[in-house]
C-alpha cells in the first residue's frame, strides 16, 4: 500500500494536496483564529473566483493554448454583472451570455486563422478592459442581491467556500476526466491529428473549450462581485498570472491536454493562501510578491524531482 | 534582577502617566491597510504613521498598530489583505483604499466580525465604516475668499487645474467657481490644466498668459505655483498673487520672494499625516465615545507668518507634513457632531 502510494505517479498525483494541506497546517499554527467555521469562511471566501478563474485558464491549456485575457475578461464580466446584471437583469443575462460566444468565437479564430494564441488574447485583453471602462467608467455598481446572498451563504458545519470548491472541483473532474466527450476534449490538446484522423472536428472542440473557458470566467466575475458588492474596471487584473500559476501549480502543463481539474482548484487555493500565509508571517510586503514566487517555484522543482525519478525507472 | 527591577519600574512608571490617557484601548491593536506606496505623499503617509503610533504604543496607548501595504494597487488583493487583519485579531482597521466601492464586502465582514473600520483619503462607501474625507470643494474656495480679503477690489484671475476627468480636479475647481461667483468682483480670465506638475503647469501658463490681461491672482490646485511663478517671470508681468500647494519647491520660492520684496500669499494643502489623524479617531471609537461616521480632514494652511516653520519641515521634493495629536482628533470630531 505504502509501495504503491510512493509511486512516482501518485506522487505526482498527490503532490498539489499536499502542498496544500502543507500550507494549511503552517496557517493553522500561525494564526489558530483561522481554525474556525468564521476563519476559513475569510480565508477561502477570496479563493473562489480565482478557483474559477483558473479552471477557464485550464480549458485553453488544455487545447495546447493560452489565455492572456482573462483577467481583464474577468473585469469586464464583472462590470456586466454590478451594472445591467442588477439594473435589467435580461440585457445582462444576454451581455454575459454574449461575452460566452465571443469566447467560442476567438477559439475558432485561432483555430481557422491558425493564429498564436497568445498574441490574439493578448490584443483582445485591451478590448475587453475597454469595454469594461465603458461600461463602468468609475468604480462603482452593485451586485445583484441574489449574488450577494449566494456568495455569503452561511450554510451549516462546512463553510460556504468549501462547499463552492469541492463541488467546482467535482463537476469539472467527472466531465473531463470520466466522459467519453471529456477525453475527446482532452485528446484535441494532446493529439489533435489522431482526433481529427478518428472523424472529431476540431474546431468544434476548440469552440467548446474556449466557450467553457468563457462560462467559467463569467462566473468567475458574478462570484468576485458577489464579495466585493461592486465592480471597478480593472478588479481582476491579477487573474490572468493567478490562473495560469494555479493551473500549472495543480499539475498541468502546457502541453495540451495533459491537466488536473481538482488539481487546478487546488492549486488556485493554494496561490491564495500563499498571500495570506505570507501576510500572517508578518513579512515584508515588498519580499511578498518574490516569495509567492518562491512557493511556486519550490512546487515545481518538487515536481521536477519526481518526473525525474520516473523517467530513470 | 537589577535589569528586571528597572523594567518594571519603568512599566509602573508608564501605568501611572498614562492613566489620564488611556481608557480601554490599551489591549487594543489597530492596523493600518495601505494600497499604494510609490510616491513621497504615500512615503511621508507611513512615515508619519511610524512616528506616531510607535509613541502611542510605547505609551501604552494602544497594544499594537502595524502598517500594511499591497504589494500591487490591487482592489482584490488589498480585500484578501483585510481579510487577513480580520483574522489576525486587530480591533480596528485604519484603510487607504484602493476602491471606493470594491472593498466594500471585506468591510463589511470586518464590521460583522466586531472590527472598526476607519477610512482615510482614499475612503470607502460602505456605510458601516467611518470615513475621514477630503473636502477638496472647499479647498478650492478658500483660495478666493484669501485674495478677497487681499484685494478688495477684486480683479483678474488665473485658474490652474489638474489632471483632467480625475474627481478632485472637477472638486477643487467647483470649489474656486463657487467662490468666484460669491464674490463678484472676481473675474476668472483664463483656465488651464497643470496636471498638478510644475514643468507643465510652467508651458501651460506660458502659452496663455499674452491672451490675457492683468492677473492679480492665480488660484492653484498644487504642485503648480512654482511653474506658474516662472511663467510670469519669463513673460516679464507683474507677479500675482500665486496660492500655493505646501510643495517644497513652492515654499522655498515663496520665501526667497518675501525676502527680497516682501511678497505675501498663503499655502494650502493635505498633509499626508492624516493618517495619524485616523489612527486617533481609530482610537477614539475603540475607546467607546460616540464619533460621527463622516469626518472633515482639516486643511495645512501655511500663512505669512508660518511659512518658515513649514519650510524648515520639509524635505526636498516633499510636502509640508503635520502630524496630529490625540487632542486634534477630539477636536475634529467635535466639530462634525
Known amino acids: ?313 | 534582577m537589577m535589569n528586571k527591577t528597572i523594567t518594571l519600574t519603568g512599566v509602573a512608571l508608564a501605568c501611572l502617566m498614562g492613566t489620564t490617557a488611556i481608557a480601554d484601548t490599551a489591549d487594543k491593536r489597530i492596523a493600518l491597510s495601505n494600497n499604494y506606496a510609490g510616491n513621497s505623499w504615500r512615503q511621508a503617509m507611513l512615515t508619519s504613521w511610524e512616528t506616531v503610533t510607535g509613541q502611542a504604543v510605547a505609551d501604552g496607548t494602544v497594544a499594537a498598530a502595524d502598517a500594511f501595504t499591497t504589494a500591487e494597487n490591487q482592489v482584490t488583493e488589498q480585500a484578501a489583505q483585510i481579510q487577513n487583519l480580520i483574522l489576525q485579531g486587530y480591533d480596528a482597521i485604519v484603510i487607504n483604499a484602493a476602491s471606493p466601492e470594491g472593498l466594500n464586502g471585506a468591510v463589511k465582514e470586518a464590521c460583522d466580525a466586531g472590527v472598526v473600520v476607519v477610512s482615510f483619503d482614499g475612503i470607502v462607501t460602505e456605510p458601516c465604516a467611518w470615513r475621514i474625507a477630503v473636502d477638496f470643494h472647499e479647498m478650492g474656495k478658500v483660495q478666493v475668499e484669501y485674495l478677497a480679503t487681499r484685494l478688495p477690489d477684486g480683479g483678474d484671475l488665473l485658474e490652474i487645474r489638474g489632471l483632467a476627468g480625475v474627481f478632485v480636479d472637477d472638486a477643487i475647481s467647483g470649489g474656486i467657481h463657487e467662490g468666484v461667483s460669491e464674490n463678484s468682483q472676481f473675474a476668472i480670465k483664463g483656465s488651464v490644466h497643470g496636471n498638478w506638475a510644475q514643468d507643465v503647469s510652467q508651458k501651460a501658463v506660458a502659452g496663455i498668459l499674452p491672451s490675457l490681461p492683468e492677473i492679480k491672482g492665480v488660484v492653484t490646485q498644487g504642485g503648480d505655483g512654482y511653474g506658474a511663478a516662472q511663467a510670469f517671470k519669463a513673460a516679464g508681468r507683474d507677479m500675482p498673487i500665486i496660492v500655493m500647494g505646501n510643495r517644497q519647491d513652492e515654499l522655498a520660492w515663496w520665501k526667497e520672494q518675501k525676502d527680497a520684496t516682501d511678497y505675501q500669499t498663503m499655502s494650502v494643502s493635505i498633509a499626508p499625516g492624516v493618517s495619524t489623524l485616523a489612527f486617533w479617531v481609530a482610537q477614539q471609537v475603540l475607546d467607546g465615545k460616540d464619533v460621527p461616521k463622516d469626518l472633515t480632514v482639516p486643511f495645512l494652511t501655511i500663512t505669512q507668518d508660518t511659512l518658515e516653520d513649514n519650510l524648515a519641515t520639509t524635505q526636498e521634493g516633499g510636502v509640508a507634513n503635520v502630524e496630529y495629536s490625540l487632542e486634534d482628533a477630539q477636536s475634529v470630531i467635535n466639530e462634525a457632531m
Open chain 1, 1 to 313: 500500500m505504502i509501495a504503491r502510494l510512493l509511486t512516482p505517479h501518485s506522487l505526482r498525483t498527490l503532490l498539489p494536496a499536499v502542498s496544500l494541506a502543507a500550507l494549511l497546517a503552517a496557517i493553522f499554527y500561525l494564526q489558530p483564529r483561522t481554525m474556525s467555521y468564521f476563519g476559513l469562511n475569510l480565508l477561502l471566501n477570496l479563493a473562489v473566483p480565482i478557483a474559477l478563474a483558473t479552471v477557464a485558464q485550464m480549458f485553453i491549456l488544455c487545447v495546447n493554448d493560452l489565455d492572456l485575457s482573462l483577467g481583464a475578461f474577468i473585469s469586464l464580466t464583472a462590470c456586466i454583472t454590478a451594472t445591467w446584471l442588477h439594473d435589467t437583469p435580461l440585457l445582462g443575462a444576454l451581455a454575459l451570455a454574449g461575452c460566452v460566444l465571443a469566447y467560442a468565437g476567438l477559439g475558432a479564430l485561432i483555430h481557422l486563422r491558425n493564429l498564436p494564441s497568445i498574441v490574439v488574447t493578448l490584443g483582445m485583453s485591451f478590448v475587453w478592459m475597454g469595454i469594461a471602462v465603458l461600461i463602468l467608467p468609475t468604480p462603482g455598481g452593485k451586485a445583484p442581491d441574489w449574488i450577494r446572498s449566494l456568495m455569503t451563504l452561511k450554510p451549516a458545519l462546512i463553510p460556504f467556500p468549501i462547499i463552492a470548491l469541492v463541488v467546482l472541483g467535482g463537476i469539472v473532474q467527472i466531465a473531463l476526466m470520466r466522459s467519453a466527450p471529456g477525453v475527446v476534449l482532452r485528446g484535441a490538446g494532446g493529439n489533435p491529428q489522431s482526433v481529427a484522423r478518428a472523424g472529431w472536428s476540431i474546431l468544434r472542440v476548440k469552440m467548446i473549450m474556449f466557450g467553457l473557458a468563457g462560462l467559467f470566467g463569467v462566473l468567475a466575475g458574478m462570484a468576485l462581485v458577489g464579495l466585493t458588492t461592486s465592480a471597478d474596471a480593472n478588479i481582476a487584473l491579477r487573474y490572468t498570472l493567478l490562473s495560469i500559476a494555479g493551473v500549472i501549480l495543480g499539475g498541468g502543463e502546457f502541453t495540451g491536454g495533459r491537466i488536473s481539474p481538482i488539481g487546478a482548484v487546488i492549486g488556485a487555493v493554494t496561490l491564495a493562501l500563499a498571500g495570506s500565509f505570507l501576510s500572517f508571517l508578518r513579512l515584508n510586503p515588498d519580499w511578498q510578491i518574490g516569495a509567492q514566487g518562491a512557493i511556486l517555484i519550490l512546487v515545481l522543482a518538487l515536481r521536477v524531482i519526481i518526473n525525474r525519478t520516473a523517467a530513470k525507472s
